[in-house]
């Protein structure tokens, strides 16, 4: 069995606001550790259950976060950027299973430091149905036929995990109480949910589902302002719906989407302030 690993940041245990996940910022070397610790547990526990590999992808900011030195030396890791598919780049069909380690809620939605993508997206739409970026990495890996076996991250993580995936193994490693803070298990204490929830996903594997992708998904996105509408407007065979900062895009499968979805959110990005 061949399993991959996603891991993001902000719903790592302990870790509550900006200082924590900014490269800048005095809390992030400390971060750092717990992140790959955290991945650690998962990459030990799969590897216990007779998994032959594990891919692991740094998906958070720069993808550039996790100390590959302390990494389980029988893990592949994937980090840097640019990634043409971001935060699932590796994944394919010959993988069994794909985990979510240190994911949090969408933009809009209550949860620690929620956001999709960056914080100038309100709202990610593929047709009808509303995500943020566990949704669409979701999606990718349901294009390829394989089940998202685990979310872990924060309660409101979890949740969004529940609603979206039928029968997917949720670990709680933290409780939201504002956007900026959270009532926090220990690492030594998540570190062992960690390693139980895995175990448990694997049990549970055959309940469940890949989350299948429309053939011909819509994209739209709403961003925060019209300039940054304006920008991912500029990427050839978008539209704006009327007098709004929602920008749409008709993609030929889940993964022209996705990589819409990046230049539109690269150029938004651009929009001054000032």
């Known amino acids: 069995m061949k ?3 996603s891991v993001d940041m902000e719903g790592i245990t302990g870790l509550a606001d900006h200082t924590h996940v900014d490269s800048s910022k005095h809390n992030y070397e400390r971060s750092r550790l717990i992140m790959t610790d955290e991945a650690n547990h998962v990459i030990a526990a799969a590897f216990n259950e007779g998994c032959e590999e594990v891919l692991v992808n740094d998906s958070h900011s720069k993808m550039n976060n996790l100390l590959i030195e302390r990494i389980h030396p029988e893990a592949k890791v994937i980090v840097g950027d640019v990634k043409p598919y971001s935060m699932v780049q590796g994944l394919d069909s010959s993988y069994s299973g794909a985990m979510f380690i240190g994911y949090h809620a969408r933009a809009s939605m209550l949860g620690v430091m929620s956001h999709s993508m960056i914080f100038g997206v309100r709202n990610m739409y593929i047709n009808d149905v509303a995500i943020g970026e566990m949704g669409f990495n979701a999606y990718v ?7 998202v076996l685990l ?6 993580a979890a949740l969004e995990a529940e609603q979206l995936i039928p029968n997917v193994t949720t670990a709680i490693v933290k409780e939201t109480i504002t956007r900026s803070a959270v009532k926090s298990l220990t690492p030594a204490k998540a570190g062992e949910l960690l390693k139980e929830k895995t175990l448990a996903a694997f049990k549970n594997k055959d309940l469940v589902k890949p989350l299948i992708p429309p053939e011909h998904p819509l994209l739209r996105i709403e961003f925060a302002n019209y300039g940054q509408a304006e920008w991912a407007h500029l990427m050839p065979g978008t539209e704006m719906e009327g007098n709004t900062t929602i920008v749409r895009f008709q993609a030929k499968d889940i993964l022209e989407a996705y990589r819409a979805m990046l230049v539109m959110i690269e150029l938004a990005m651009r929009t001054s302030f000032c």
């Not at 890996?141 to 089940?147: E, L, N, R, S, T």
Request: avoid cysteine.
């Open 3 to 5: 399993l991959y690993v």
């Open 141 to 147: 890996a349901g294009y390829y036929g394989v089940p």
């Open 151 to 156: 979310v872990a991250g924060d309660d409101r």
